[in-house]
């Protein structure tokens, strides 16, 4: 069964804050950082597209993607 994702990180409109408030309510914490002075990403392995990141990005960083589906095969 695969899983589409359709979120991304938009790095021109991140502002990489301290704490990230996208991360703070992703509940399966799916919104990574490996360096602090670098944008988060979207682990899509952990990511359910449940939205709850988005409105809660105060710049916007995080867009829906309508048209680029990036898929997740899961083995069931």
Known sequence: MARE???QVGTETCQTCR???AADV???RAIM???DDE???IDI???YDCRLCVPACPF???QVL???RLSVNTVS
């Open 5 to 7: 994702i359709r979120i």
């Open 45 to 47: 392995e952990r990511c």
């Open 60 to 62: 916007g960083a995080l």
């Open 33 to 35: 950082r490996i360096d």
């Open 39 to 41: 944008p988060p990403y």
């Open 66 to 68: 309508s048209d680029i």
């Open 19 to 21: 704490p990230c408030l």
């Open 26 to 28: 992703c509940k399966v």
